[in-house]
């Protein structure tokens, strides 16, 4: 069956840098589209970065652009979200998304990023 397992989560300072890593399994990689979502405390799930299937086209939050890239191995069925310049509200729990060819959406477990000093 399709599992998403994420990994790279943890506590970091303000100004540093984490990279989130997310293996992918039982499904086609590269035919599925890749996001990353978080959800901080209180708050709604939110899209942070998107890739295509080949990896041509990304797509970011505004808030989080210039800052953190997504990325995809489709040999290593794994997508990556390098992120730098972490701010406090960047604290939630992370989390891999695979969207299906016929739009049905999996999801990873998740990983927690906390930022604080």
């Known amino acids: 069956q399709v599992q998403l397992v994420e990994s790279g989560g943890g506590l970091v300072q303000p100004g540093g840098s984490l990279r989130l890593s997310c293996a992918a399994s039982?499904?086609?990689?590269?035919?599925?589209?890749m996001s990353w979502y978080r959800q901080a405390v209180g708050k709604e799930r939110e899209l942070v970065a998107y890739i295509s299937r080949a990896g041509g086209t990304t797509i970011y939050a505004e808030s989080v652009k210039g800052r953190f890239t997504i990325s995809r191995d489709n040999a290593k069925n794994t997508v990556s979200l390098q992120m730098s310049s972490l701010k406090p509200e960047d604290t939630a729990v992370y989390f891999c998304?695979?969207?299906?060819?016929?739009?049905?959406?999996?999801w990873g477990q998740g990983t927690q990023v906390t930022v604080s000093s």
């Open positions: 998304a695979a969207r299906s060819p016929l739009g049905y959406d999996y």
């Open positions: 039982g499904f086609t990689f590269s035919n599925y589209v």
